[in-house]
């Protein structure tokens, strides 16, 4: 997503929070390694956050927004084949994020549970049903609903475990390119 404003303090400090999370995990993670990452002080940080749960409560809502927004552009591209749509809208949602995860942070998708209750769950659907409508739209011909939602859900299971798995975006996006195609055949 290109960003043309400069971000936000706040959002300089979400931004390192979520690095420094996702590395960590939740329960590593103190107010002093994202303040001391973020160059800031401890008593700064509580000048925009109430403490880590708030942190990680508003840095998740960040990032969910930010990548619904720069998938659904991505979806919405008008002169783009359908394929390259998909695959930018995954290496929005997920493709970025590749290799910023280790597999012992599992504490952070419980923690995200505690602290979002089913936000989470909201984002994802609602990335789904755009990935859904713009799949339809892209086809001439009538195409099973069933048949689109079971590849949408294929599509995004694969990115989900390649996020956590994979060490770089470019890996991420090589591989979810050759799913796309897989899966877009039976379409």
């Known amino acids: 997503m290109i960003r043309t404003a400069k971000p936000s303090r706040k959002e300089q400090i979400l931004d390192v ?3 420094v999370i996702a590395r960590h995990g939740f329960r590593k993670t103190s107010i002093e390694d994202v303040a001391r990452a973020a160059y800031i002080s401890r008593q700064g940080m509580y000048l925009y956050f109430k403490n880590k749960e708030d942190l990680f409560r508003q840095c998740i809502h960040m990032k969910l927004d ?5 998938s659904s552009k991505a979806l919405l591209s008008e002169n783009a084949p ?3 749509k998909l695959l ?3 290496q929005e949602w997920f493709g ?3 290799g910023l995860f280790h597999m012992e942070t599992s504490d952070i998708i419980e923690q995200s549970r505690a602290v979002m209750g089913d936000t989470i769950d909201r984002y994802r659907r609602l990335f789904r049903k755009r990935l859904v409508e713009t799949i339809r739209k892209s086809s001439s011909k009538k195409i099973n609903p069933e048949l689109v939602n079971e590849v949408v859900q294929m599509l995004f299971a694969c990115g989900f ?5 994979l060490t770089n975006p470019g890996e991420f996006r090589k591989r979810m390119k050759a799913a796309i195609s897989i899966c877009m055949r039976n379409l």
């Open 161 to 165: 475990g390649w996020k956590l798995e």
């Open 82 to 84: 359908l394929e390259e």
């Open 17 to 19: 929070a979520f690095t």
């Open 96 to 98: 970025k994020h590749a």
């Open 88 to 90: 930018d809208a995954f």
């Open 66 to 70: 930010r990548a619904l927004a720069s």
